[in-house]
């Protein structure tokens, strides 16, 4: 299951989400997404976890709830939507 985890600090690291995820199960992976430019992170990440029912118990129990300083946003991630390119002339 792939979690969208949103509202995040700034400073919020992959191992602090992993910290966060791991009492409700095996966590596969943890993604913060940074930004290009600046090697910052955006604010929202992405976790994946192996079994369903701890990905869902998870969701359940940190949507709303605070790290470092945000409550967090946690619900299932929805897939990627494309979006047109962008045709730049130079």
């Known amino acids: ?18 910290t966060a995820f791991s009492p409700f199960g095996a ?4 993604d913060v997404i940074m930004d290009r430019g600046t090697g910052r992170s955006k604010g929202f ?12 118990a998870a969701i359940d129990a940190l949507n709303g709830k605070e790290l470092d300083g945000r409550s967090l946003n946690v619900n299932v991630a929805r897939p990627r939507e494309e979006r047109p390119q962008s045709s730049s002339r130079y």
Do not use: W
Request: charged share 25%; no cysteine; hydrophobic share 35%.
């Open 45 to 56: 990440g992405f976790v994946e976890m192996s079994v369903d029912a701890e990905g869902q």
């Open 27 to 30: 966590v596969d992976s943890v």
């Open 1 to 18: 299951m792939k979690i969208y985890v949103g509202n995040l600090s700034y400073t919020t690291s992959e191992e602090d989400i992993r």
